[in-house]
């Protein structure tokens, strides 16, 4: 629940010495990836199109996200050069999982189309990915503003420096990858 509804909450508690109140990062990780996995697998399955980007997701996105979890740290103790390292690879799993969690969400909806619902009702719901990525986006603004504790206009500044840093890197891998896949 502070995962989803505090952001940046959790690492700040967990860095302060509170870890008895919250599941570990690395274990609440692997099973949200697990789950998000799960998802895909189901998506995947369901998809008789073989769309491609499904299966690509599928394939090297866990890989992918495995590289973009330590790279997200770096790039903040780029961004936040007085911080701890563990303490920025705390927050960036926390972040991860966030995104995993809002992940499993739009896979779920992404599947409403095989469930014979009406067009109607797939519309909206397949309307409903866009206010999830939005939340996403200022998921993380609020999580840096709480867990760094800068200002508002230094916290937007860099939050949309790490967005396009972040967005251009994970990019650029999934294209090497998809280019050098066999």
């Not at 690395?26 to 996995?37: A, D, G, N, Q, T």
């Not at 999580?143 to 508002?152: E, G, H, T």
């Not at 967005?163 to 066999?182: D, E, N």
């Amino acid at each position: 629940k502070a995962m989803l509804f505090k952001p940046g909450l959790m690492s700040k508690a967990y860095c302060a010495g509170k870890r008895m109140k919250y599941t570990p990062p690395l274990r609440l990780y692997l099973v949200i990836s697990f789950i998000s996995l799960l998802t895909l697998n189901i998506l995947d399955s369901y998809d008789t199109r073989s769309d491609l980007g499904v299966h690509a997701l599928k394939e090297f996105g866990p890989a992918m996200m495995f590289v973009m979890l330590p790279l997200f740290a770096v790039i903040l103790k780029l961004m936040y050069g007085k911080t701890y390292f563990l303490s920025n690879l705390i927050f960036s799993i926390h972040i991860h999982c966030v995104i995993y969690f809002v992940y499993i969400f739009i896979f779920a909806i992404s599947l409403a189309e095989f469930w014979s619902l009406p067009k109607d009702i797939i519309s909206i719901l397949l309307f409903l990915e866009l206010p999830l990525v939005f939340y996403l986006l200022i998921y993380i603004a609020f999580a840096l503003k709480r867990f760094y504790q800068q200002s508002w206009i230094k916290t937007l500044m860099k939050w949309l420096i790490l967005i396009m840093t972040y967005l251009t890197t994970a990019y650029g891998i999934f294209q090497l990858v998809m280019i050098t896949k066999p």
